[in-house]
C-alpha cells in the first residue's frame, strides 16, 4: 500500500471555509499537493489543465451537488479512472447510494476523522494506480479488451478493441453500449455464471466477425470483456497452432513476447516461477531456440504478420 507522498494530487470540492482549511492543512501535513474548488463548476475547471491522483467530494453544496460534480467529472472531464471519496453530514442509507451510484468509490460522515480519512485514501490511491497499470500493460501488449458496467455501457476500450469494433460497425466512445445481443448472453444472471466457461458469442457484421468473451464480473459492477478477431483466433490460439503448443506455453510465450518475466509472468498467469520455467523449457524445445529473445523474436513474425 502506497504512502502519501508529495506526488500525490488530491482536489477538495467543498463550499465550506472550515473544513476546506482543516483538509487542506491536513493532506499538507502527509506531504501531498492540495487543491481546492469551493463549487462543482470551478472543480470542473481545475480539472482540465490538472487530473487528480484523487477527489474528496463534499456532497450537499448549493448549486451542482457533489452527486452530480462526481457523475460529471467521470463521464464528460476525463476523470473516469480517479477515486472519489465523498464526505457529508448525512449518513441516510439514500446518500450513501447516490454516492456510490453517481461513481463515488466511498463515502465518509462529518466531522472527519482524519485517521480514517487517510487510511481510506491509501487504500483506494493503491487501487486507482493498480487499476491504471493494468489498463496501460493492455493498452501497451495490444489486448482488445473492452470495459462495461451491467447494462452494456462502455466505461473504456483498448485501443486494439476499440479499431476491430469500428471495423464491424459498432460504436466504442464512452457511453455508447454493446449491441443487445451481447449484454444479454454475456452481461445477464444467465451470461455471468458463465464466466468461469469463458462464455463466447459471436458477432458478425460488415464481413467482421468478433468473438466477446467474458473475462471478470468485478464487485464494483465492471464487466471486462475480451474481444477476438475470430477470422485470426486469440494471440495465444495463433501461437499455439503456428507452434505446436498448449494454450498454457501460448501464454507464457505471448508474455515474454511483450518483455515480461518470469516472475511477472508468475504473478499474471496466476502461477509459480517454477512452473514458468517448465513451460519456457518446453517452448524453447518446440521453437527450436536456445533463449528468450529468439523464442520472441519468432513469435512476433506471427503475431505481426498481415
Do not use: Y
Not at 504473478?267 to 521453437?287: A, G, Y
Amino acid at each position: 500500500m502506497p504512502d502519501l507522498n508529495v506526488a500525490t494530487h488530491i482536489l477538495v470540492v467543498d463550499d465550506s471555509p472550515e473544513t476546506l482549511t482543516m483538509l487542506t492543512d491536513a493532506l499538507s501535513m502527509e506531504g501531498m499537493n492540495v487543491e481546492v474548488a469551493t463549487s462543482g463548476r470551478q472543480a470542473f475547471g481545475l480539472v482540465e489543465n490538472n487530473i487528480p491522483d484523487l477527489v474528496l467530494m463534499d456532497a450537499m453544496m448549493p448549486g451542482i451537488d457533489g452527486f452530480e460534480t462526481c457523475r460529471v467529472l467521470k463521464s464528460e472531464k476525463g476523470c473516469e479512472d480517479v477515486p472519489v471519496i465523498f464526505m457529508t453530514g448525512f449518513q441516510e442509507s439514500e446518500h450513501v447510494v447516490r454516492a456510490l451510484a453517481s461513481g463515488g468509490v466511498d463515502f465518509v460522515a462529518k466531522p472527519v476523522i482524519l485517521d480514517q480519512l487517510f487510511a481510506r485514501i491509501r487504500v483506494h490511491l493503491a487501487n486507482a494506480r493498480r487499476a491504471r497499470s493494468a489498463r496501460k500493460a493492455l493498452d501497451s501488449t495490444g489486448r482488445r479488451i473492452v470495459a462495461c458496467d451491467p447494462a452494456g455501457v462502455i466505461l473504456w476500450v483498448t485501443p486494439q478493441a476499440g479499431e476491430l469494433m469500428r471495423r464491424a460497425g459498432l460504436r466504442c466512445d464512452e457511453a455508447a453500449r454493446l449491441p443487445w445481443e451481447i449484454t444479454d448472453a454475456l452481461l445477464s444472471a444467465d451470461g455471468l455464471e458463465t464466466a468461469e466457461s469463458r462464455g463466447v458469442i459471436r458477432f458478425s457484421r460488415g464481413g467482421v466477425d468478433i468473438d466477446f468473451r467474458l473475462l471478470d464480473a468485478a464487485e464494483n459492477g465492471e464487466r471486462l470483456i475480451r474481444l477476438v478477431d475470430a477470422s485470426r483466433g486469440s494471440d495465444e490460439e495463433q501461437l499455439a497452432q503456428a507452434f505446436g503448443l498448449t494454450l498454457r506455453e501460448a501464454e507464457v510465450l505471448l508474455w515474454i513476447t511483450h518483455g515480461k518475466s518470469n516472475k511477472e509472468i508468475a504473478e499474471i498467469l496466476q502461477m509459480s516461477p517454477r512452473t514458468v520455467n517448465k513451460h519456457l523449457e518446453q517452448i524453447f524445445v518446440k521453437l527450436a531456440v536456445e533463449n528468450r529473445t529468439a523464442a520472441a523474436t519468432m513469435s512476433v513474425r506471427i503475431l505481426w504478420r498481415d
